[in-house]
């Protein structure tokens, strides 16, 4: 065994200097001016993505009452339109010469506007009221997508596309992460803050609610429930009823605070895009295209 080691150690040593002199991802990369603001933007957009892939099956369920193995279906009518905005944006771009980020205020727009029609969703809403929202979210996903990846790699030489696409769907992953984390907490604090605000509506003795209340015993009555029966039944209604009402507001608030997303970060977008403007200018080492990442990597190769 010792004789193993000792034979073993100069291989060791090598791998060690190769995986050191070529990294396995070289963030000399964000040097590139396009692809920096891209990754910036693909963060904004895994946030929006994988945000509402996550709330629109949790409403399916939590308001809707759809079993769990058909609420996954409800975004798969967005499939195909995300095809759609593909080949589209794709077509456009390849055959008739579009620059790349004309689609992608399309694409916002499309994603925002299907947000906000899901926000107007009540506890009644069925499948045909979320198909039409869910498309158009595939349409505009498709459109952003395809336009977004091409604007941020377009630039980058053959030697630094694998990496750039490795960091670029890191980008889209990591604001996936912080999209699901930050709707969670809304749908936290809006549940908290909807109940005890509807809460106030429902104390006892309300007129409304001791008229509902006796309704729904009649109605419980005359289907076979016994007088005593029917009031505590009548009561486990009205508290089901006021939970998926509060359940719906925060739902809604969800589906609007991803459809406000984009207009919240567009000051942070253009931050960016006027910083990385101000140190091109600045450093001549910052300039776009493979040409000069390919010089930047000798300087560093040198050093």
């Given at each position: 065994m010792?004789?193993?080691?000792?034979?073993?150690?100069?291989?060791?040593?090598?791998?060690?200097?190769?995986?050191a002199?070529?990294?396995?991802?070289d963030?000399?990369?964000f040097?590139?001016?396009?692809?920096?603001?891209?990754?910036?933007?693909?963060?904004?957009?895994?946030?929006?993505?994988?945000?509402?892939a996550?709330v629109i099956?949790?409403?399916a369920?939590?308001?809707?009452?759809f079993?769990?193995?058909?609420?996954?279906?409800v975004?798969?009518?967005g499939?195909?339109?995300?095809?759609?905005?593909?080949?589209?944006?794709?077509?456009?771009?390849?055959?008739?010469?579009?620059?790349?980020a004309?689609p992608?205020p399309?694409?916002i727009?499309?994603?925002?506007?299907?947000m906000?029609?899901l926000?107007?969703?009540?506890?009644?809403?069925?499948?045909?009221?979320?198909?039409?929202?869910?498309m158009?979210?595939?349409?505009g996903?498709?459109?952003?997508f395809v336009s977004?990846?091409?604007?941020t790699?377009?630039?980058?030489g053959?030697?630094?596309?694998a990496q750039?696409?490795?960091?670029f769907?890191?980008?889209?992953?990591?604001?996936?992460?912080?999209?699901?984390?930050?709707?969670?907490?809304?749908?936290?604090n809006?549940?908290?803050?909807?109940?005890?605000?509807?809460?106030?509506?429902?104390a006892p003795?309300?007129?409304?609610?001791t008229?509902?209340?006796?309704?729904?015993?009649?109605?419980?009555?005359?289907?076979?429930?016994?007088?005593e029966?029917?009031?505590?039944?009548?009561?486990?209604v009205?508290?089901?009823?006021?939970?998926?009402q509060?359940a719906?507001l925060?739902f809604n608030a969800?589906?609007?605070a991803?459809a406000?997303?984009?207009?919240?970060a567009?000051?942070v977008?253009?931050?960016?895009?006027?910083?990385?403007?101000?140190?091109?200018?600045?450093?001549?080492?910052l300039?776009?295209?493979?040409?000069?990442?390919?010089?930047?990597?000798?300087?560093?190769?040198?050093?």
């Amino acid at each position: 065994m010792p004789s193993v080691r000792l034979q073993s150690s100069p291989l060791w040593h090598g791998n060690s200097r190769s995986r050191a002199a070529t990294p396995l991802l070289d963030f000399v990369i964000f040097r590139d001016e396009h692809f920096t603001f891209g990754f910036v933007v693909s963060f904004v957009a895994g946030c929006a993505l994988f945000g509402s892939a996550f709330v629109i099956p949790a409403f399916a369920t939590g308001v809707l009452d759809f079993p769990p193995a058909y609420a996954g279906f409800v975004l798969l009518p967005g499939g195909p339109l995300v095809c759609v905005g593909l080949l589209a944006a794709g077509g456009l771009i390849d055959a008739r010469g579009l620059d790349p980020a004309k689609p992608i205020p399309l694409g916002i727009v499309c994603f925002m506007a299907a947000m906000w029609a899901l926000s107007g969703s009540t506890s009644g809403s069925g499948l045909s009221d979320l198909i039409p929202p869910i498309m158009l979210r595939g349409l505009g996903l498709g459109l952003l997508f395809v336009s977004l990846t091409l604007l941020t790699l377009r630039d980058l030489g053959p030697e630094m596309i694998a990496q750039g696409v490795a960091l670029f769907n890191l980008g889209r992953q990591m604001g996936g992460q912080f999209g699901i984390a930050w709707l969670s907490t809304i749908l936290d604090n809006q549940n908290a803050q909807n109940r005890t605000v509807l809460s106030q509506y429902l104390a006892p003795g309300e007129h409304a609610v001791t008229e509902r209340q006796d309704a729904v015993a009649n109605y419980l009555t005359s289907r076979g429930y016994f007088p005593e029966e029917a009031g505590t039944a009548a009561t486990a209604v009205i508290q089901k009823a006021f939970a998926q009402q509060v359940a719906t507001l925060s739902f809604n608030a969800c589906f609007l605070a991803i459809a406000l997303l984009f207009i919240a970060a567009v000051p942070v977008l253009i931050a960016t895009k006027l910083t990385l403007g101000r140190l091109v200018g600045r450093h001549g080492n910052l300039k776009q295209g493979p040409a000069c990442l390919e010089n930047t990597n000798e300087r560093t190769s040198d050093l």
